[in-house]
């Protein structure tokens, strides 16, 4: 078993749902995409995590923070 982090990603129009590791998100969406959608930007990794990271990146660079 391999401690690599894993990410969910989510494709609506195909209504799947899927973890990859961190290192292949990149390469399996794109390819997902290329293969089923004509290269269209279908397949991403799940909303609701990309804006928690947002967040988390956000904070830790200070640019939530209150004046």
């Known amino acids: ?7 969910p990603v989510v494709c609506p129009t ?3 749902e899927t973890t990859v590791p961190l290192a292949e ?5 794109e390819s997902h995409n290329d293969r089923l959608h004509d290269g ?5 990794v799940d909303p609701a995590l990309a804006e928690q990271l ?3 990146i956000a904070e830790d660079m200070g640019l939530l923070d209150e004046e």
């Open 25 to 29: 998100v990149e390469d399996a969406v």
């Open 14 to 16: 195909c209504d799947t």
């Open 54 to 56: 947002a967040d988390v």
């Open 40 to 44: 269209e930007a279908v397949a991403e």
């Open 1 to 7: 078993m391999s401690d690599e982090p894993t990410v």
